[in-house]
């Protein structure tokens, strides 16, 4: 049979099967040792589709004395995930303190929608482009969210209003929001409707309270950002897909995953990191050079829009950290 996988808990898999089963799976042995192009930490996640069979259970006969209260013959009938289609898309990120590895934060989704805040805690602009540059590597686009609006001071709501400026210009959709104010939800709510969406972002920025209003019911435990250091507890252990409650028939889902503190790229060429910077992408074909690394050749259009302020200096500086990221070992466990 075939289905979604709903929930992963690294050894456990929920899987949503198309005849609306919800089956608790494992991976089958073999599959583990399968090669790839990536080497993913987890090679199910969250959005894929799979085909689940159960294993076949030899006859026992009435003389080995097993009983069906003892439970022999009910543990080996848990039903395996045996393959994973191809999938369409996927949000992947360097796993933290593992250089060579990665993990997939979610696969075959419609849309990402990154939380941020620009205080209590704050989400740095490296954090986000990095993130941004990732969804623009796997074809994702992404709405950015600006949550708790209603802590912030003037100045910090200057700053909010700047960087709203900055994506908004680029392209990006931004949604100021206070997840505590039901009311501040409702540009964003048209934008998940008949979607599949992923929802990320740092420990502390709000994922949880978001979730909890924009599902009634829900009830996700949130925790308090700690008030010493002002960032984020983990609330959210595992990767879970939440069905929202819309129209009947529709087939609206949200990807809770747990907080990030770091994010890193994996396999960008230098050459090709300009091309997930769409500012940065689409001033270099001015550029004197056509293999133009923007960083000090002369004639480089993307240097002189820079200069010009028609680039932000926050995303040329995250462009620049990415193409030291072929250095492995320079991998930083946060950026």
Known sequence: MHGLVIKNTGSWYTVLTDDGQELDCKLKGNYRIRKSAIRPTN???????????????????????????????????????????????????????????????????????????????????????????????????????????????PDELELQQYLIHVYSHIGYTCIPVSAIQVDTLAPLMPLLHNRVTLLSGNSGVGKSTLLNNIIPGLNIRTAPISEAHDTGQHTTTFSTMYRLQHQQGEKAFLIDTPGIKGFGTLDFQSAEVSHYFPEIFKISAECRFSNCTHTHEPGCAVLQALEDHLIAPSRYASYLSILQDEDEGKYRPAF
């Open 43 to 153: 090679p199910v996640a969250i959005g894929d589709r799979v085909t689940v069979e159960y294993p076949k259970v030899a006859p026992t006969s009435q003389s080995s004395g097993e009983s069906a209260e003892g439970g022999g013959a009910a543990s080996s009938t848990c039903p395996f995930i045996t393959s994973v289609e191809d999938r369409r898309n996927y949000i992947i990120r360097r796993s933290q303190n593992l250089s060579r590895q990665c993990h997939i934060l979610a696969a075959n989704v419609d849309q990402a929608v990154l939380v941020v805040t620009v205080a209590h805690p704050e989400t740095s602009t490296t954090f986000i482009d990095r993130f941004l540059a990732s969804a623009e590597a796997y074809d994702v686009p992404v709405v950015l969210v600006f949550n708790k609006t209603d802590l912030l001071s």
